[in-house]
Nanobody
């Protein structure tokens, strides 16, 4: 299984970036996909997650209204559109996948619940 994240970079505060994560080696549509981030010296943090095609996404309170997670099952890709970025959101952003094991499920927010991880993409927000 491989999760390849891209789209990070340098952006000014208030700007936007769109992250992408392409998955291979797994049944993409059968996995919850999520984004986490980790800033230097801090623990990793759940940012957003999305389940199957009919489920509502879940967002961390800190990003609600500014970030949007979407998935394209035909392309095995999950996206994170980030708007109005803040200085404190500079971090390495990781995509992760968790197999869906039941018809009714919740999107997990803990790192331990995700089986597969990408290599991360750096997002740097400057003033």
């Amino acid at each position: 299984v491989q999760l390849q994240a891209s789209g990070g970079g340098l952006v000014q505060a208030g700007g936007s970036l769109r992250l992408s994560c392409v998955a291979s080696g797994l049944f993409f549509g059968s996995n919850i996909m999520a984004w986490f981030r980790q800033a230097p010296g801090k623990e990793d943090e759940f940012v957003a997650g999305v389940g199957g095609s009919r489920s509502e996404p879940l967002y961390a309170d800190s990003v609600k209204g500014r970030f949007t997670i979407t998935r394209d099952n035909a392309k095995n890709t999950v996206y994170l559109q980030m708007n109005s970025l803040k200085l404190e959101e500079s971090a390495v952003y990781y995509c992760a996948a968790a197999p869906i094991r039941s018809i009714i499920y919740e999107i997990p927010t803990r790192r331990a619940n995700y089986r597969y991880w990408g290599q991360g993409t750096q997002v740097t927000v400057s003033s």
